[in-house]
């Protein structure tokens, strides 16, 4: 089965061309050939020439980014983008929400549609709809919205995973927070799931882990994909023990989202560190499964740093006392993880330890709580690599902060204007505020 | 990529606008050596044939601005069609008459503007068609004369409303304390509502300012201080290497305004990843309609940075562009609240160098409390011409009220005695209510900075979800 992807936004066509690239790249390597096979039909068609074309739809309200980003693939001589397969404008949104929903979004939805309904009807079968945006500019996060908006109504029983990335806390984008109101309170309505990277995050990543001096766009961009990989190539599930799964989108959705009050997921990873060190390491299932046992309950977004005073609710505590008074503050409790293993003595990990009942909500049971993909294929120069993808307390701060900032902004109506000029109204904000504030509830009172 | 397309008008207008164009060229000639008709020169430059058609890529034929030059007197404009740019312009982008407004608002606005409001609209229409995508219009006025101040924001006004998704930019050049020009603070009130009302962005200048920082240059560059000499050839007040050889008066001060439209338009005439797009700018630094004065500050603007800088004169560079003398205006925005800042680099410079000082720098200035992050920054990979880099910084900034306060007193002292005021009354279309209408906008506005300063509430609760 094939996913289609959507690059939406500056954000979207650089972290989209990334993703590619380290698909690809980790595809070519050697011992490989099922795997490879896998992975193609997934992410890629074949011309009758041979040539590998990604399944990808590019979008951007001015043309700078996608030329470069197909200028790219083209040279890199294993892959390309379609030869029709991009959609640009000559001026971007000025990073507004409401002119890229309000405007663009509804100018150009038809030519989009175009674009994606060919890419679906090229699929023999389709796994769903993958989309990458950013939700602080306007183009990603206003048409992102609008057009995810349309996918939802013309294919209503496909699986759309929405992957966003986050701001940096300060320096690029003054309505940053609006926009990423805006834009999380209607994708929630609309998607599946949405996958979440921070760009501060990341960035802190690049510099402790992979000691990068100068950290530049691109550096980040290629932990995000390794991580987005790490978890859409090729794998054996529960439901396909045998033969890697046909379902990646599907069953990640049935692991991981059981309610739909709860779709917010977070990804981290181990090892991750310059390839340099990296030659020099070497690692058992054991300890990179503890470290990644406790970056989870401790909600650590790195190996670096972990809280290891941090622990689960010993199982003990009565009934009455399982509430939210008696958890450790800086506990994460878990609704559901999944957990994906790649690489060498894959079937001897044990992973016992992320089943434990005290990680999860008591309502729910834990074996449908905790799901294990693996693949014996080492991943993208890693000779062991385990990624978890969780739908927990973790994103509970940023969320947290994203909304308290725009929230005090919107106390000033500062800004408002600038909406309100395309049509979005403060109600619209309000009701965006209210939908926001019921999600940080919800996971906070888990 | 899109275009932008400049409208000087009056003296101070076209006299600034021809700095821009001739400095521009000289940005352009020195990155674009081959002489290839590109996209960064097609931004502010059409490329034309023999018939005066336009034709893309390849080889520069015959450059021409982007630009509408309208004066009322025969001057200025004559000597632009005598001088060495006039190649630049067709002279159908010329608008003139021969008596002048007589340092009259109400003649610009009124007379001139009901005059020549046909053939502007159509010579702005005309530059337009020539686009591939308008996206902003930068008009340069001075607020103190007739022609500038009053046909000046006539045309605002009809930008606004023939081309209302085109961004307006403008440059105003305020008059000094001791200007020669007795009614300047008339002018400059009245021309101030109309800003206030249909301006996108107005970035302020004011002479006073200029002929400051043109004195110390000068000053420096003639004492030869140790440690720094200052190559004259190289001063931001220095027009060398254009192709205007003769200085005029105005000249050095015009240069520094010049610098500003080339440092402001950087993103837009170069490539660059972390360019910042026009119409980013009042988005990011326009909370309220009306308070949309972004005060510029221009730094380097008494050093020559070496070609290897060490980091603490780069550091250096974000300090001075908070420093009252480096402001285009006369103003202290580190004393007084800042809504929102933005940081326009060129250059040799580090996305770590600029998250650097903006972490120094952010404990010494006063945001407002809504938006304490109010941080927006752009990078352009080519630097001035001489320079291995720069900085201009625009502040949306409560201090810019100090300067109207100051208009506003000028003003009422003329008004109380109705000194000059029949020389307007008898104006068609010029009522006595313009006055107090005028004179009540500004002082709305100074009213709406002086809100903002004072304590504000505690933040307001945040929605509760029943659980
Ligand atoms: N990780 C990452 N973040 C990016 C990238 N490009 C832009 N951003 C972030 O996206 C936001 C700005 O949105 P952008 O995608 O540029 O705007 P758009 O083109 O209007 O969708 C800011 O928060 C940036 O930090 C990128 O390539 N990688
Ligand atoms: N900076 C600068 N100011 C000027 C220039 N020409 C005139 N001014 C100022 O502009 C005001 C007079 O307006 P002017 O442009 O001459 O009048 P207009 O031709 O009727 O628009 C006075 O404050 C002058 O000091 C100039 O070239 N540069
Ligand atoms: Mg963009
Ligand atoms: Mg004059």
Redesign the interface.
């Known amino acids: 089965m094939s996913i289609v992807c959507l690059q939406l936004g500056q954000c979207g066509n650089q972290i989209g061309h990334e993703l590619f690239s380290v698909i690809s790249d980790d595809s070519n390597g050697a011992n490989r050939k099922k795997y490879k096979q896998c992975s193609d039909e997934r992410f890629f068609y074949e011309t009758s020439t041979g040539e590998l074309v990604a399944r990808s739809v590019l979008v951007d309200m001015e043309p700078k980014v996608i030329s470069q980003a197909i200028a790219k693939a083209s040279k890199s001589g294993r892959w390309r983008y379609g030869d029709k397969a991009d959609f640009s404008q000559k001026q971007g949104s000025g990073n507004n929400w409401a002119s890229g929903f309000c405007v663009h979004g509804p100018r150009h939805e038809e030519a989009v549609e175009d674009l994606v309904r060919m890419e679906i009807e090229r699929c023999d079968r389709l796994a769903g709809i993958f989309t990458m945006m950013s939700v602080a500019g306007g183009t990603g996060s206003g048409v992102g919205t609008y057009i995810t908006q349309r996918l939802r109504d013309l294919y209503p029983s496909s699986f759309i995973l929405n992957q966003v990335t986050w701001p940096y806390e300060a320096g690029e984008v003054i309505v940053q927070n609006y926009n990423s109101v805006l834009t999380l309170s209607h994708l929630y309505q609309l998607s599946d799931a949405i996958l979440v990277h921070e760009n501060d995050t990341v960035h802190t990543i690049c510099s402790r882990l992979m000691n990068i001096k100068h950290i530049s766009i691109s550096d980040v961009n290629k932990v995000i994909a390794h991580q987005l990989a790490s978890v859409l190539q090729p794998a054996y599930t529960a439901d396909s023990p045998c033969h890697y799964s046909t379902n990646p989108i599907g069953e990640l959705l049935t692991s991981l989202v059981c309610h739909p009050e709860y779709k917010l997921l977070s990804l981290c990873n181990i090892p991750q560190m310059s390839s340099t060190s990296l030659a020099y390491s070497v690692f058992n299932w054991p300890g990179l499964l503890k470290h990644l046992r406790q970056m989870l309950i401790a909600s650590a977004r790195m190996e670096e740093g972990i809280d290891w005073t941090v622990s689960a609710p010993s199982a003990v505590t009565s009934a009455g006392e399982s509430g939210t008074n008696s958890r450790q503050k800086s506990f994460n409790l878990s609704l559901a993880n999944l957990l994906i293993l790649r690489g060498k003595d894959v079937s001897t990990a044990v992973t016992d330890g992320f089943r434990d009942p005290a990680l999860y909500v008591p309502w729910l049971k834990t074996e449908n709580s905790f799901s294990t993909w693996t693949s014996p294929v080492a991943f993208n120069g890693y000779e062991k690599s385990a990624t978890l993808v969780s739908n927990n307390q973790s994103l509970l701060k940023p969320l947290d902060n994203i909304v308290r900032k725009a929230w005090n902004m919107f106390a000033s109506r500062a800004y408002v204007h600038q909406y309100t000029k395309f049509g979005i109204c403060e109600e619209d904000f309000l009701d965006s505020f209210t939908a926001l504030e019921q999600i940080i509830s919800s996971y906070t009172h888990l | 990529?899109?275009q932008s397309i400049v409208v000087q008008v009056g003296q101070c207008g076209n006299q600034v606008g021809c700095r821009f164009w001739d400095l521009a060229l000289r940005e352009h000639a020195h990155v674009n050596q081959m002489g290839i008709y590109d996209e960064a020169l097609s931004s502010f430059f059409r490329n034309v044939d023999q018939r005066g058609a336009d034709s893309t890529g390849g080889r520069i034929n015959a450059l021409k601005a982007r630009a509408v030059l309208v004066d009322m007197e025969e001057g200025v404009l004559g000597e632009i069609l005598q001088g060495p740019l006039r190649s630049l312009f067709s002279s159908t982008q010329l608008i003139s008459d021969v008596s002048g407004s007589g340092n009259n608002w109400a003649v610009g606005h009124h007379t001139y503007g009901l005059a020549y409001r046909e053939q502007i609209v159509d010579q702005v229409r005309k530059a337009a068609e020539h686009c591939?995508?308008l996206?902003c219009f930068f008009l340069i006025h001075s607020m103190g004369g007739g022609t500038g101040s009053g046909l000046g924001t006539f045309v605002l006004k009809l930008l606004e409303d023939e081309f209302p998704e085109v961004c307006r930019i403008v440059t105003s050049v305020y008059p000094t304390a001791e200007d020669d020009v007795i009614t300047s603070p008339y002018n400059s009130i009245l021309a101030m509502k109309e800003l206030t009302e249909h301006a996108d962005c107005v970035l302020p200048v004011d002479n006073q300012s200029l002929v400051d920082i043109v004195g110390k240059i000068q000053h420096m560059s003639n004492t030869g201080k140790p440690g720094g000499t200052i190559k004259k050839d190289c001063t931001i007040i220095s027009g060398q290497g254009g192709v205007v050889k003769v200085e005029k008066p105005f000249d050095a001060m015009n240069n520094i305004v010049a610098n500003l439209l080339l440092n402001i338009t950087s993103s837009a005439r170069f490539?660059g990843?972390l360019n910042m797009?026009l119409?980013?700018i009042?988005?990011?630094?326009?909370?309220?309609?009306r308070l949309h004065y972004l005060l510029p500050s221009l730094t380097p603007l008494y050093t020559l940075a070496d070609v290897n800088v060490p980091p603490r004169r780069l550091d250096q560079m974000f300090s001075d562009a908070f420093s009252k003398e480096h402001q285009l205006i006369k103003a202290d925005p580190k004393h007084n609240l800042y809504?929102?800042c933005a940081l326009m680099l060129r250059g040799n410079v580090?996305?770590?160098d600029?998250?650097r000082n903006?972490e120094r720098l952010k404990p010494t200035l006063p945001f407002?409390?809504?938006?304490q992050?109010?941080?927006?920054?752009s990078l352009c990979s080519v630097p001035p011409v001489c320079h291995s880099h720069s900085l201009l910084a625009l502040a949306n900034n409560t201090c810019v009220k100090s300067t109207f306060i100051e208009l506003r007193e000028r003003f009422v002292k003329l008004y109380r005695r109705k000194a000059h005021l029949h020389h307007y009354l008898a104006v068609d279309g010029m009522e006595l209510a313009g006055f107090s209408e005028a004179l009540s906008s500004i002082s709305a506005l100074i009213e709406e900075y002086t809100h903002l300063e004072s304590p504000l509430m505690p933040?307001?609760p945040?929605?509760?979800?029943a659980?």
């Open positions: 990529m899109t591939d995508c996206q490539e990843s797009d119409n980013e009042a988005m990011n630094l326009v909370p309220f309609p809504l929102a580090q996305l770590s600029l998250r903006i407002v409390p809504w938006n992050e109010g941080w927006k920054t933040n307001a945040r929605l509760t979800i659980t």
